[in-house]
């Protein structure tokens, strides 16, 4: 098993399929759209493969230490080149799987009902540490 | 009342309630609830927890039977039985075995089903130890049971596919409250009790020999210490002697299989007091004996490194070119077998490849400090 972010940007990654705003849909249309994704996240969690689903506001502030260690503050910034929205935290089998439900999540219907085909980044989690790894010999140097 | 003794109850409440006509699945879920009522008792458990654990479960499950009308006949029948006097028998603990690890499950519905059904493990322990929430993994094990209730039963595994989960179940290691390195263990003893197969018992020997070197595997940080500079002093001696003492006997029956080949290569590791001890001749024809089984590109790789290590690392890469530069670790040995070779320049880029390819953090992190090390000696001159 292993686990997959797929990350929802609004901004940042190719170019998007649909490329009205989803503030100029139809109510109904942007409804249909948020019950999909609710239903999506519920077939996961009836296959056993969901872990984790988060929605981000659009706004965030930079922050860093100053010399006296205390927080310096920056921003906040709407206009950022990469707006991420939130994401979904799947474990599933394969990366094949992952990708399957990447695409499906990607068909949410949008204006007129169509899928959007909207873009999705995954990323696979780093794991923890193999404990024995069955190619443990490999490693016999390198990490062993 | 020791946790693995009540975790032993499991599997045999469920082929209790099975022998009474249960289904597996509802005879499953009654005895996974008594197993929660059961830890609560602490230090002062029943005079009989076997009965207990089987009582409780059994009224659990005709609760569960009652609340489907459907079922109401079938209940009536159940409740006229006598309750007591079932003593399932090996064939059944070794079909609890196969069932749990059918084909017609993906491997993560077998593990985890496994480790409730066969393991004894709760819910959450299973879910802490996959850091996964409790309701997926909740949801993952009633659907592992409706696939076996449609597809199981004609499909049931057999002593492959379950040293197939049980391997998996021994690489998932630590995290949670459940050290899944000594369940496998455990699990695997009691697989080769049932089954008299030499694999089973080379399965075993290769999990106790890799287990013994865990204290010495990694830092007081986590951080990965590599064969080379593993302190030997905290290789556990007696884990070694037993494994190796169960090889040789699984040997002397002349069926060789993989099981049996990889726990001979962790012998010969094991069996090195000094890493320049280590026989790496013979390392590498158990290497060549495994591809007989299991000719795949991670055995390659590994033979890879064992060429390097008898012949030089010239003699390693020629090996090494031979194996698809798509496998884990690849990078990571091609970085290795360069640095020995003298081309530091390449090794470090090699490195820096390896941790960006890394699929753990401890990885990642001990191939970027292979980088900065190769990069420091660079710049030395």
Same mark, same amino acid.
């Given at each position: 098993?292993?686990?997959?972010?797929?990350?929802?940007?609004?901004?940042?990654?190719?170019?998007?399929?649909?490329?009205?705003?989803?503030?100029?849909?139809?109510?109904?249309?942007?409804?249909? !759209?948020?019950?999909?994704?609710?239903?999506?996240?519920?077939?996961?969690?009836?296959?056993?493969?969901?872990?984790?689903?988060?929605?981000?506001?659009?706004?965030?502030?930079?922050?860093?230490?100053?010399?006296?260690?205390?927080?310096?503050?920056?921003?906040?910034?709407?206009?950022?080149?990469?707006?991420?929205?939130?994401?979904?935290?799947?474990?599933?089998?394969?990366?094949? +799987?992952? !990708?399957?439900?990447?695409?499906?999540?990607?068909?949410?219907?949008? *204006?007129?009902?169509?899928?959007?085909?909207?873009?999705?980044?995954?990323?696979?989690?780093?794991?923890?540490?193999?404990?024995?790894?069955?190619?443990?010999?490999?490693?016999?140097?390198?990490?062993? | 009342?020791?946790?693995?003794?009540?975790?032993?109850?499991?599997?045999?409440?469920?082929?209790?309630?099975?022998?009474?006509?249960?289904?597996?699945?509802?005879?499953?879920?009654?005895?996974?609830?008594?197993?929660?009522?059961?830890?609560?008792?602490?230090?002062?458990?029943?005079?009989?927890?076997?009965?207990?654990?089987?009582?409780?479960?059994?009224?659990?499950?005709?609760?569960?039977?009652?609340?489907?009308?459907?079922?109401?006949?079938?209940?009536?029948?159940?409740?006229?039985?006598?309750?007591?006097?079932?003593?399932?028998?090996?064939?059944?603990?070794?079909?609890?075995?196969?069932?749990?690890?059918? *084909?017609?499950?993906?491997?993560?519905?077998?593990?985890?089903?496994?480790?409730?059904?066969?393991?004894?493990?709760?819910?959450?322990?299973?879910?802490?130890?996959?850091?996964?929430?409790?309701?997926?993994?909740?949801?993952?094990?009633?659907?592992?049971?409706?696939?076996?209730?449609?597809?199981?039963?004609?499909?049931?595994?057999?002593?492959?596919?379950?040293?197939?989960?049980?391997?998996?179940?021994?690489?998932?290691?630590?995290?949670?409250?459940?050290?899944?390195?000594?369940?496998?263990?455990?699990?695997?003893?009691?697989?080769?009790?049932?089954?008299?197969?030499?694999?089973?018992?080379?399965?075993?020997?290769?999990?106790?020999?890799?287990?013994?070197?865990?204290?010495?595997?990694?830092?007081?940080?986590?951080?990965?210490?590599?064969?080379?500079?593993?302190?030997?002093?905290?290789?556990?001696?007696?884990?070694?002697?037993?494994?190796?003492?169960?090889?040789?006997?699984?040997?002397?029956?002349?069926?060789?299989?993989?099981?049996?080949?990889?726990?001979?290569?962790?012998?010969?590791?094991?069996?090195?007091? +000094?890493?320049?001890?280590?026989?790496?001749?013979?390392?590498?024809?158990?290497?060549?004996?495994?591809?007989?089984?299991?000719?795949?590109?991670?055995?390659?790789?590994?033979?890879?490194?064992?060429?390097?290590?008898?012949?030089?690392?010239?003699?390693?890469?020629?090996?090494?070119?031979?194996?698809?530069?798509?496998?884990?670790?690849?990078?990571?040995?091609?970085?290795?077998?360069?640095?020995?070779?003298?081309?530091?320049?390449?090794?470090?880029?090699?490195?820096?490849?390896?941790?960006?390819?890394?699929?753990?953090?401890?990885?990642?992190? !001990?191939?970027?400090?292979?980088?900065?090390?190769?990069?420091?000696?660079?710049?030395?001159?």
């Amino acid at each position: 098993m292993a686990k997959y972010l797929l990350l929802k940007h609004y901004r940042g990654g190719p170019t998007p399929i649909c490329d009205l705003p989803i503030d100029e849909w139809a109510p109904g249309e942007f409804d249909d !759209h948020v019950r999909f994704m609710g239903e999506f996240a519920a077939r996961l969690q009836a296959s056993g493969e969901f872990v984790d689903a988060q929605a981000l506001a659009p706004t965030g502030t930079f922050v860093r230490s100053g010399d006296d260690g205390a927080p310096i503050v920056d921003g906040p910034f709407a206009e950022t080149k990469d707006l991420i929205a939130g994401w979904m935290v799947i474990d599933v089998d394969t990366e094949a +799987r992952a !990708h399957e439900l990447a695409a499906e999540l990607s068909s949410a219907p949008g *204006p007129g009902g169509e899928p959007i085909h909207e873009w999705l980044e995954v990323r696979p989690f780093l794991s923890g540490p193999p404990e024995h790894g069955g190619d443990d010999h490999t490693a016999c140097l390198t990490a062993d | 009342m020791d946790p693995v003794e009540l975790r032993e109850l499991v599997p045999h409440a469920i082929r209790v309630l099975v022998r009474r006509g249960a289904d597996f699945a509802t005879a499953e879920d009654a005895v996974q609830e008594a197993l929660v009522k059961a830890l609560a008792w602490g230090d002062s458990p029943p005079e009989d927890p076997t009965a207990w654990v089987v009582t409780v479960a059994w009224r659990s499950f005709l609760d569960q039977a009652r609340s489907t009308s459907a079922r109401r006949d079938r209940e009536a029948r159940y409740d006229a039985r006598p309750p007591a006097g079932d003593v399932p028998s090996t064939d059944d603990s070794l079909q609890l075995h196969f069932l749990c690890a059918s *084909p017609a499950l993906t491997p993560s519905s077998a593990v985890a089903l496994t480790l409730r059904a066969v393991g004894g493990l709760t819910t959450r322990q299973i879910a802490e130890a996959y850091l996964v929430p409790e309701a997926t993994m909740a949801q993952r094990i009633s659907r592992a049971k409706r696939t076996i209730a449609t597809a199981g039963v004609e499909r049931p595994g057999d002593v492959r596919t379950v040293m197939r989960v049980l391997y998996l179940i021994f690489n998932e290691g630590y995290s949670g409250d459940v050290d899944l390195a000594a369940e496998a263990i455990r699990l695997t003893r009691q697989l080769a009790d049932l089954a008299d197969d030499p694999e089973v018992h080379g399965l075993l020997a290769l999990m106790l020999l890799h287990h013994a070197r865990r204290a010495s595997r990694t830092d007081e940080h986590g951080a990965i210490v590599p064969l080379v500079a593993q302190d030997r002093s905290r290789w556990d001696t007696e884990r070694i002697a037993e494994g190796v003492a169960i090889l040789q006997a699984a040997l002397g029956r002349d069926q060789l299989g993989e099981y049996q080949a990889q726990a001979a290569i962790a012998a010969l590791h094991a069996d090195a007091v +000094r890493v320049e001890d280590t026989d790496w001749v013979q390392i590498v024809e158990w290497y060549d004996e495994l591809l007989r089984f299991a000719d795949t590109p991670i055995t390659r790789l590994n033979r890879a490194v064992a060429v390097g290590q008898a012949d030089g690392p010239r003699a390693g890469l020629a090996a090494l070119a031979e194996v698809p530069d798509d496998v884990p670790r690849w990078t990571a040995v091609a970085a290795h077998l360069h640095e020995r070779d003298g081309d530091l320049a390449l090794a470090a880029r090699l490195y820096a490849e390896a941790a960006d390819r890394a699929t753990n953090q401890a990885e990642r992190d !001990h191939q970027l400090r292979q980088a900065a090390r190769v990069n420091q000696r660079l710049s030395a001159g």
